[in-house]
């Protein structure tokens, strides 16, 4: 009997750090799965199909979605972005663990169809460092970030729904913290208890 995956559901506001961590955790945990999201939206210069998002037309997205083959899904500036369900399904119940890194509302609509997934939230140290954060990036216009900053304080303020709680101050401290909470979270009753029937075997 396979032990079922785990399904590990990331949140941080941009520019928080969070790919950063998650591509170094990937690195270190070779029985963890990034789940890949889908979106209407055109590629960017040097994003590759499959690996940055499934890049579906909106046909396309809509079949999926009618045919219920998305754990999540949004709409954001008129483009379509969500979770496919048959590879994260099927990764979990080859024992497969799975990460998904998306916003809070949709990490609300996977925890309500997949109770058991377990969801991270990353936190800045504060809100004006990470407005310093996203101004040193110069990647944005200040009316982007200051929007940028205003959804922030919404979806740090639905950090409370989620199971753990971390800081990204310092690099390596956050990828130890999140190494921390993957393993703390396979040592709960759920997740052992082929475990304890093993050992009661011999009573």
Do not use: H
Request: include cysteine; proline fraction near 3%.
């Amino acid at each position: 009997m396979i032990n079922k995956g785990s399904l590990y559901v990331v949140s941080a506001p941009s520019g928080c750090g969070k790919g950063t961590i998650l591509s170094e955790i990937l690195k270190r945990n070779k029985n963890l799965f990034y789940s890949v999201s889908a979106t209407t939206r055109q590629p960017r210069e040097g994003e590759i199909d499959g690996v940055d998002y499934y890049f579906l037309s909106p046909e396309e997205f809509k079949t999926e979605i009618d045919n219920e083959g998305m754990l999540e899904y949004a709409q954001f500036c008129g483009n379509y972005y969500g979770t496919p369900k048959k590879k994260v399904i099927e990764k979990l119940e080859q024992g497969i663990d799975v990460v998904l890194e998306i916003e809070t509302k949709g990490a609300m609509k996977i925890k309500k169809a997949l109770r058991d997934a377990i969801l991270i939230f990353i936190l800045p140290p504060s809100v004006s460092e990470l407005r310093r954060r996203l101004i040193k990036r110069g990647t944005e216009k200040q009316a982007v970030i200051d929007n940028r900053i205003k959804e922030a304080a919404e979806e740090i303020n639905r950090a409370r729904n989620y199971d753990y709680i971390m800081i990204n101050d310092e690099l390596d401290k956050a990828i130890e913290d999140f190494d921390a909470i993957l393993k703390a979270s396979k040592l709960t009753s759920r997740n052992n208890i082929k475990m304890i029937e093993e050992v009661l075997k011999n009573a």
